[in-house]
């Protein structure tokens, strides 16, 4: 079974603090993608970043950061000093390399950065 | 390009209505997907175009529920006979396919807004 779980419904931060939103995944697979989207609140889910099952390198991009550990099924991205422009609804997504060629979303975080 | 466009935006229904909701994907974009997105929720897959070509379809997809895309570019999702629980927002996404093992990520459209009452 394919499962992703994100246990934070939602967070709350003031602006410039740090935030991490956890993503915890279940699959049988051995390869597959993971991503995070951002879908802020036009509806248009925003893509973030792609990390494959090989790749357990904690990649950096701007104020984003994500640590991928595959000892612990986990895909967790950190804000870094938070922005009001960072409030959105963050899902997190398996895609198993077997079976139906789609995404399998998390329930989302919905983060809020008060100014 | 413009990226995935959808149309419309918003639509309102009367239960028992049939509706057609289209996608635009991004021009050479080979694979397209539509998902289903409840409020709270994630997305949920519904159904995924290569090319002209329904490779799969999710056990969420009823009868009541038809997509197609027949000249390999749009595609149009219909439903017939609205129901309350269509009530949700509709996705489209579309990815280019380089090759049969590569993957890369869906780009998705601002969704349509479905509400049935």
């Known amino acids: 079974a394919q499962k992703v779980t994100q246990a934070q419904t939602e967070i709350s931060v003031v602006e410039k603090e740090d935030v991490t939103l956890d993503c915890v995944y279940e699959?049988?697979?051995?390869?597959?993608?993971l991503f995070w989207y951002k879908q802020p609140p036009s509806g248009e889910l925003v893509f973030l970043i792609r990390r494959n099952s090989f790749d357990e390198q904690n990649e950096i991009s701007g104020r984003y950061s994500w640590n991928f550990q595959k000892s612990t099924s986990s895909f967790n991205f950190t804000i870094t000093a938070s922005q009001v422009v960072d409030s959105a609804v963050y899902f997190c997504?398996?895609?198993?390399?077997?079976?139906?060629?789609?995404?399998?979303f998390g329930t989302g975080t919905r983060l809020t950065v008060i100014p | 390009d413009t990226g995935v466009s959808q149309d419309p935006r918003h639509k309102i229904t009367k239960r028992g209505q049939n509706v057609t909701f289209r996608c635009d994907p991004i021009s050479e974009h080979n694979r397209l997907y539509w998902y289903r997105q409840t409020l709270g929720q994630g997305p949920e897959f519904l159904t995924y175009f290569q090319n002209e070509a329904q490779l799969e379809k999710s056990r969420l997809l009823s009868d009541r529920f038809s997509a197609e895309r027949p000249k390999g570019s749009f595609s149009t999702l219909e439903i017939q006979r609205t129901e309350q629980g269509d009530s949700a927002m509709y996705l489209c996404?579309?990815?280019?396919?380089?090759?049969?093992?590569?993957?890369?990520?869906?780009?998705f459209g601002q969704g349509t807004r479905l509400t049935v009452v």
């Open positions: 996404a579309s990815s280019p396919l380089d090759s049969p093992s590569q993957n890369t990520e869906a780009f």
């Open positions: 997504a398996l895609h198993p390399i077997s079976g139906a060629n789609n995404l399998f």
């Open positions: 699959t049988r697979d051995t390869t597959y993608y």
